[in-house]
C-alpha cells in the first residue's frame, strides 16, 4: 500500500514515468562527446542487451525494439522502422549498428563505406549470432558457418573453409575470431599476432572476444588467455585474474572478466576513463560492454525505482522498495537525483569542496567533483578583487549591499561564463560591503 501511495506521488509531483518492474538499468560512463552516456528515457527498466559503438550506444529492449544514442554521423543511430520489435539480438562495428531479427534475418545501417552494411542474400534467414568489425560485419548461421562482408584489406571476410562448426563469432577492427564446437579457436585477417592462437587453448575455449588487434579466450578452467597487439596493456590479465572468470569481453584496446563472484576487472587503455567503471556496474552486471570511447553495462533493479541494485545497497537503501523519491540527508536532493549525480545520498557536500551539493548543482557545477565549484573568494587591497569560477552557458551576476543583513541588492556586473575562473574589481568598495554571486541559466 506504500508503495502504491509513492508510486501515485510520483506521477503526480514530478509526472515523471514511473519506471517499470522488470528490473534493469542502463549504466554509462567514459566519453560523453556525443551523448553516447545519455541514457534516453526510453529505456525505462527493460533492456535485455546493451553494446558500445565507437562514441555511440546500441540497447535492446525486451519487447524486442532497438534504440541507439550518440555519434550519428553515419546514420548509425538511426534504427529502421522495418526492424519493429523483432530484434534479438545487437552488434556494432566502429560506424555501423547491426540487428539480428527473430525471423534469422540480419539488418546493418551507418556507414556503408566498404559496404558492412549490404548483408548478404545468401545469409537468408539463417544467422543465428552477429558481430560488427571496424568496417566489416560477420555473422554465425545456423549450419556452423561464418559469413563476412564488407571492407576485406586483411582478408578478414576471407572466412576460412575449416570453419563448419562455429558457436561463436567476433569481430576486431580488421579480424575475426570464431569459437568451434570442439572449444578450437580460429582466427583470420590482419595479423599483429591476433591470429597466432596459443596452444595454451588446445580445444578448451568456452567463450570469446575480439578487440581492435587482440582477442581474450575464456578456458574451460575458468582461466583466461589473451593475445595480439598489446600497445595499451590489454593483454596484461590483472593477477586478481586466475581461473575464477565466468565471462569474459573486448573491444577497442579494453578487455575484461566478470568473475565467478560477480565483479568486474577491466584493464587495457583509459585514455576516456572507460576503465573508470562506476559502483553500479562494479559487480553483479547483467552485461558489460567497453571500448575505445566508452563502457556501457545492464545492471539489476529489482525495485525498478531507478536505482541500481549494487548502488542501493552500498548507501544503505532499500533495493526492494521505491525510495526513488527518499531523502535520507534532507539536503532537497532525492536519492534518484544523488544516484543520477554520482553522489553520496547521506552526504550534503559529496565531494568535501566546502559548497553543498544543492548549492552546486543550482549553480551547474559538479557536486562530484571538488575542483568543480564556484570558489568564490576576495582580497581587500586598495579596493576589493573578487574571484570566481564561471560555467560556460551561465551567466553570472556580482551583486553588493553595505549591510549584511538589509538593504537593496545592487548588481555591479554581469557577465558571460567562460569556463574559467574570472577576477572581478569593486573600485567603489566602503569600509563594510558583502557581495553575492547570481548565476543565472
Ligand atoms: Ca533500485
Ligand atoms: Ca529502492
Ligand atoms: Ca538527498
Ligand atoms: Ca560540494
Redesign the pocket.
Known amino acids: 500500500m506504500r508503495y502504491w501511495l509513492l508510486k501515485l506521488l510520483l506521477v503526480l509531483s514530478v509526472g515523471v514515468a514511473v519506471p517499470s518492474f522488470s528490473g534493469s538499468l542502463v549504466v554509462a560512463w567514459g566519453a560523453n562527446e556525443f551523448g553516447e552516456c545519455e541514457i534516453p528515457a526510453t529505456i525505462s527498466g527493460d533492456a535485455v542487451a546493451i553494446k558500445v559503438g565507437y562514441y555511440f550506444s546500441l540497447a535492446m529492449s525486451l519487447d524486442g525494439s532497438v534504440v541507439a544514442w550518440g555519434r550519428n554521423d553515419h546514420g548509425q543511430c538511426d534504427v529502421p522502422a522495418s526492424i519493429s520489435n523483432n530484434t534479438v539480438a545487437i552488434s556494432c562495428g566502429s560506424d555501423h549498428s547491426m540487428a539480428l531479427l527473430s525471423d534469422g534475418s540480419v539488418v546493418a545501417w551507418g556507414l556503408n563505406s566498404s559496404g558492412q552494411c549490404d548483408v548478404p542474400a545468401s545469409i537468408s534467414n539463417n544467422a543465428v549470432a552477429i558481430s560488427g568489425g571496424l568496417g566489416h560485419s560477420a555473422a554465425l548461421l545456423s549450419d556452423g558457418s561464418v559469413v563476412a562482408w564488407g571492407l576485406n584489406s586483411s582478408g578478414q571476410c576471407d572466412v576460412p573453409d575449416s570453419i563448419t562448426n562455429a558457436i561463436a563469432v567476433a569481430s576486431g577492427n580488421r579480424h575475426n575470431v570464431a569459437l568451434c564446437s570442439d572449444g578450437n579457436v580460429v582466427a583470420w585477417g590482419r595479423d599483429d599476432g591476433q591470429l597466432d592462437i596459443p596452444s595454451s587453448i588446445s580445444n578448451n575455449a568456452v567463450m570469446i572476444g575480439a578487440g581492435g588487434n587482440h582477442n581474450l579466450a575464456l578456458l574451460s578452467d575458468e582461466s583466461v588467455v589473451a593475445w595480439g597487439w598489446n600497445q595499451n596493456g590489454q593483454l596484461n590479465i590483472p593477477q586478481s585474474v586466475t581461473s575464477n572468470a565466468a565471462a569474459i569481453g573486448a573491444d577497442g584496446s579494453s578487455s575484461w572478466v566478470v568473475s565467478l563472484d560477480e565483479r568486474v576487472i577491466a584493464w587495457g587503455i583509459n585514455d576516456n576513463d572507460q576503465l573508470d567503471i562506476p559502483l553500479s556496474a562494479s559487480s553483479n552486471v547483467n552485461a558489460i560492454s567497453i571500448n575505445a570511447s566508452h563502457g556501457l553495462a545492464l545492471v539489476p533493479d529489482n525495485d525498478g525505482d531507478s536505482m541500481p541494485d549494487v548502488w542501493e545497497i552500498n548507501y544503505g537503501l532499500n533495493p526492494f522498495f521505491n525510495d526513488a523519491m527518499g531523502?535520507?540527508?534532507?539536503?532537497?536532493?532525492?536519492?534518484l537525483?544523488?544516484y543520477a549525480y554520482g553522489i553520496n545520498?547521506w552526504k550534503?557536500d559529496s565531494d568535501a569542496d566546502g559548497e553543498l551539493?544543492a548549492d552546486e548543482i543550482a549553480m551547474g557545477f559538479n557536486p562530484a567533483d571538488p575542483h568543480s565549484r564556484l570558489n568564490l573568494r576576495g582580497v581587500c587591497d586598495n579596493n576589493y578583487q573578487l574571484t570566481f569560477m564561471t560555467i560556460t552557458g551561465k551567466t553570472f551576476y556580482l551583486e553588493s549591499r553595505d549591510s549584511l543583513v538589509s538593504g537593496e541588492w545592487i548588481e555591479r556586473v554581469g557577465l558571460k561564463g567562460t569556463g574559467t575562473e574570472i577576477n572581478l574589481i569593486d573600485p567603489f568598495m566602503t569600509s563594510n560591503r558583502f557581495y553575492r554571486v547570481k548565476v543565472i541559466n
Open positions: 531523502d535520507v540527508d534532507f539536503d532537497g536532493i532525492v536519492n537525483d544523488e545520498p550534503t551539493d
